[in-house]
């Protein structure tokens, strides 16, 4: 068979798709001829860059992009898929959605279909894991992939060849006229059994990504699946309800297969960085540290990223894991208001804790990051402010913010709903980011003030505070306060930039020494 996986990427967000690198790897492996559409550098029409938001919202200051040729080329996406299509000869097309590109992905469909009526179109993703009666019910779908679709799609894609009856295949739900076949998971997979992801067919500045100020050939990794935590603006809490009885959530893969497939890919693709995606590193789980610390000096040697809880962030496991190579840390503070974080997003993590993490990142002097989301249900200005507040504390590295957005299957889109403050209609029109606008009615705070906190809170949080009230005069929006942003802006660059860009390969601490062995 012929599948066309099909990566409606509307924002150009720059790295390795994981998931697509799997279900290629599982499509080759069971004998399939396998082609991607990928719509990260065309041109798609939307006018959202996401690197391009964060820089205007003083999250980073990025580098020259277009001297790496990341730039969206000007091109009719549809019409070249219609070339994409007419090449390929497609038996099925496979699209892979969140909740960002959800839309967009059925105007690719719709084009599909309105093409070639023959070709067999199948939705997944955690949009389709999440609401998959909202997803088979359209026209365009024949079928959908709910939860992890490695061993599933390739199941799919064989009975589709052989002609045999597709209604029972777990995990894959399917329609035949206005009959539609529900079946429950399969268990879930044991991540020491995982193929190797496969990023040949991926145009290689997937790889190129810019952090602390200068651009890296990333890999993207992942030891773990699964979260520790149930936090409600997360899906991991509907995983565990759809899961349920079918293994553990949260897997570990065993260090020394992660480290093997990390030290081969460096090779391969000359990486210079690698990027954790785990929601938790494991960091409370001495024995995987131990491992993997060890095996991953002696084999691949780069520096990394990872995510923590700061709940879970001890000072010997966190040594072990700089004099390992982490040079990056992205730590979840959320909210500075123990009300809002316990009430709203049921993380019961003290501020105390949050602070004595940055402050460990300091004294090994590497580079950290605080998570904000602002726009939440039962949220007020005063609320917002003990979020900036704790990060004058926490004096993390850089701070990212990011408005609310109660995605599919989180138990705060629940909450939203039932208060009747959940705008569909503005989530539809803002669905391709969630760093442009609140697509929530709230009753605390109006989404003027909102956008203007949005686009001042990085100098709220690194400026002096008797400038605050310059700062509140350049949250508006009238000739006056957008002068006074620019003033402003030029004195936030002047005290948080003064340092040259973080070069984590010339690191006399440890990289320096080792890049050649």
Request: charged fraction near 30%.
């Amino acid at each position: 068979m012929k599948i066309l996986l099909i990566y409606p990427n509307k924002t150009m967000t720059t790295r390795m798709p994981m998931g697509i690198g799997y279900l290629i790897a599982y499509l080759k492996h069971a004998g399939h001829e396998v082609d991607i559409f990928d719509t990260t550098f065309m041109d798609c029409g939307s006018g959202v860059n996401d690197d391009n938001l964060r820089a205007a919202s003083l999250q980073v200051r990025n580098p020259d992009f277009a001297q790496y040729n990341l730039v969206t080329k000007k091109i009719d996406v549809l019409k070249e898929l219609d070339k994409k299509i007419s090449v390929f000869k497609p038996d099925i097309a496979a699209v892979s959605v969140v909740d960002p590109n959800y839309r967009f992905g059925l105007v690719l469909a719709k084009r599909i279909k309105e093409k070639n009526r023959n070709i067999f179109i199948v939705f997944g993703g955690p949009t389709v894991t999440f609401s998959p009666e909202e997803v088979i019910a359209e026209d365009v779908v024949d079928a959908i992939c709910v939860g992890e679709g490695e061993q599933a799609l390739p199941e799919l894609c064989a009975a589709l060849k052989e002609g045999r009856n597709i209604k029972n295949i777990k995990n894959v739900w399917s329609k035949e006229k206005k009959d539609i076949y529900r079946n429950d998971v399969r268990p879930l997979i044991d991540l020491d059994t995982l193929l190797s992801p496969d990023w040949s067919m991926f145009d290689e500045r997937h790889l190129i990504r810019p952090l602390g100020g200068k651009m890296y050939r990333m890999g993207i990794f992942a030891m773990t699946r699964g979260c520790l935590f149930r936090c409600t603006y997360c899906a991991n809490f509907a995983l565990s309800n759809i899961y349920k009885g079918k293994g553990s959530l949260y897997r570990i893969q065993d260090p020394e297969k992660m480290v093997n497939q990390i030290a081969e890919f460096k090779q391969r693709y000359n990486l210079n960085f690698v990027f954790f995606v785990d929601d938790i590193f494991p960091l409370h789980r001495q024995d995987v540290l131990d491992k993997f610390c060890s095996l991953y000096k002696e084999k691949v040697r780069l520096p990394f990223n990872v995510s923590l809880h700061a709940e879970l962030v001890k000072e010997a496991q966190f040594a072990k894991l700089v004099d390992a190579g982490c040079r990056n840390v992205c730590i979840g503070l959320e909210s500075g208001s123990p009300r809002i974080r316990e009430e709203m997003f049921e993380r019961k993590c003290r501020n105390p804790q949050i602070i004595e993490a940055f402050h460990l990142a300091r004294k090994y002097k590497i580079r950290s990051s605080t998570f904000n989301i602002i726009g939440i249900p039962g949220e007020t200005r005063k609320d917002i402010f003990q979020t900036i507040d704790l990060n004058r504390k926490a004096n993390p590295t850089t701070a990212t913010l990011t408005f609310l957005h109660p995605y599919r299957g989180t138990k705060i889109r629940d909450i939203c709903l039932k208060e009747k403050i959940f705008d569909i209609g503005k989530e539809k029109a803002h669905e391709d980011g969630y760093r442009t606008d609140s697509c929530l009615n709230l009753k605390d705070i109006s989404s003027k003030e909102l956008k203007g906190i949005f686009k001042t809170f990085q100098m709220y949080l690194k400026m002096p505070k008797i400038l605050y009230i310059f700062i509140r005069l350049a949250e508006g929006e009238s000739v006056f306060s957008r002068i006074m942003f620019i003033v402003l802006k030029k004195i936030f660059y002047g005290i948080t930039y003064k340092e040259a860009a973080w070069d984590f390969n010339n690191d006399p601490a440890f990289f320096s020494e080792n890049n050649d062995k």
